[in-house]
């Protein structure tokens, strides 16, 4: 089983940015769909942003579009979301996640969870 290990979270100002980053071990991850997942307190988990297993194609909610960009390194096993403009509503544990497909992750057909990263945003 592959094991992923977030990093890159911290406290910042409203309007700041901040870069999360996954790294894989055990196993590739570069033939499966990874996402990124946020959940806040009190509230259910949701999709920040997935990838398909070549980059070509991405998703992302709603209320993160034109502000994160997910991305990924197959060669370093490593995934990544640049997050930008951020906001208090942004403050959330984020989850790094591997699929079980090349093209689509969703949080109730994960392979593998990270441990997660706190993100808080100040306003």
């Known amino acids: 089983q592959v094991q992923l290990v977030e990093s890159g979270g911290g406290l910042v100002q409203a309007g700041g940015s901040l870069r999360l980053s996954c790294a894989g071990s055990?196993?590739?991850?570069?033939?499966?769909?990874m996402g990124w997942f946020r959940q806040a307190p009190g509230k259910e988990r949701e999709t920040v942003a997935t990838?398909?297993?070549?980059?070509?194609?991405?998703f992302y909610a709603d209320s993160v579009k034109g502000r994160f960009t997910i991305s990924r390194d197959n060669a370093k096993n490593m995934v990544f979301l640049q997050m930008n403009s951020l906001k208090p509503e942004d403050t959330a544990v984020y989850y790094c996640a591997r699929g079980r497909n090349r093209l689509v992750v969703v949080a109730t057909e994960v392979e593998s969870w990270g441990q997660g990263t706190q993100v808080t945003v100040s306003s």
């Open positions: 990838i398909t297993w070549s980059g070509g194609s991405t």
């Open positions: 055990g196993r590739t991850l570069s033939s499966y769909a």
